[in-house]
C-alpha cells in the first residue's frame, strides 16, 4: 500500500520559516520524481517545487530563492524548507511521487501565515 505523509505545517508570522516532510512508504522512493503542491482556498492546486529522482530541482516563480525543495532517498523523505513566509503562501501542501503513469498523492497539511 503507498502512502505519502506530509507533516511540518502549521500557523507562522510574515517573515517566518517552516519545513515540511513527506514520508512515502510502498514505492521504490530512489526512483520517483517528487514534488510539493499547494492550494489556497478557492483556487486551483499549482507547483511549488519538484525534483527529479538524480535531484535536479525546479520552483515555481512565485516562491524560487526563498523555498528550497530536497530529498533523502535513505529516508524516503523529501523536504520543503520555506523560508520568508508570506501571508500569499497560506494554502494546504500536498506532495506527489511520479514515475512514469504512476502518480500518488499525500493528504496534505496546512500552513497559514498570519500575524
Known amino acids: 500500500q503507498v502512502q505519502l505523509v506530509e507533516s511540518g505545517g502549521g500557523l507562522v508570522q510574515p517573515g517566518g520559516s517552516l519545513r515540511l516532510s513527506c514520508v512515502a512508504s510502498g514505492i521504490g522512493f530512489s526512483i520517483y520524481a517528487m514534488a510539493w503542491y499547494r492550494q489556497a482556498p478557492g483556487k486551483q492546486r499549482e507547483l511549488v517545487a519538484d525534483?527529479?529522482?538524480?535531484?535536479?530541482?525546479n520552483y515555481a516563480g512565485s516562491v524560487k530563492g526563498r523555498f528550497t525543495i530536497s530529498r533523502d532517498n535513505a529516508k524516503n523523505t523529501v523536504y520543503l524548507q520555506m523560508n520568508s513566509l508570506q501571508p500569499e503562501d497560506t494554502a494546504v501542501y500536498y506532495c506527489?511521487?511520479?514515475?512514469?503513469?504512476?502518480?500518488?498523492w499525500g493528504q496534505g497539511t496546512q500552513v497559514t501565515v498570519s500575524s
Open positions: 506527489s511521487a511520479t514515475y512514469k503513469s504512476y502518480n500518488y
Open positions: 525534483i527529479t529522482n538524480y535531484g535536479s530541482t
